[in-house]
């Protein structure tokens, strides 16, 4: 099986910065693309970051200039570097995948989510 599991999340001021981290782990082939999505109240979830296997960026703009999305290829494991933080991006934030399997099919996984509170 495969799981995602993020970790860093927290309880941070405003203007405070965080250091979310998604590590993949299980039986697979490779990572395709990766994102990070938040959730506050109501069921709908939010894209927040996304990059790819090759390395190609997307924000929300709600994040753009304050959020950093990377990934080490090596270790399975994508990062979101939240700075700036405002009460606003108060959420639980989850890490989406595509996995590449054994036999080659692309499947999407989530993980289960990190809780971030941005308040004084």
């Known amino acids: 099986q495969v799981q995602l599991v993020e970790s860093g999340g927290g309880l941070v001021q405003p203007g405070g910065s965080l250091r979310l981290s998604c590590a993949a782990s299980?039986?697979?082939?490779?990572?395709?693309?990766m994102a990070w999505y938040r959730q506050a109240a109501g069921p709908q979830r939010e894209l927040v970051a996304a990059?790819?296997?090759?390395?190609?960026?997307n924000y929300a703009d709600s994040v753009k200039g304050r959020f950093t999305i990377s990934r080490d290829n090596a270790q399975n494991t994508m990062f979101l570097q939240m700075d700036s933080l405002k009460p606003e991006d108060t959420a639980i934030y989850y890490c989406?995948?595509?996995?590449?399997?054994?036999?080659?099919?692309?499947?999407?996984?989530w993980g289960r989510g990190t809780l971030v509170t941005v308040s004084s």
């Open positions: 990059i790819t296997s090759g390395g190609s960026l």
């Open positions: 989406n995948a595509d996995v590449i399997t054994g036999g080659l099919r692309r499947v999407n996984y």
């Open positions: 299980g039986s697979f082939f490779n990572i395709g693309a």
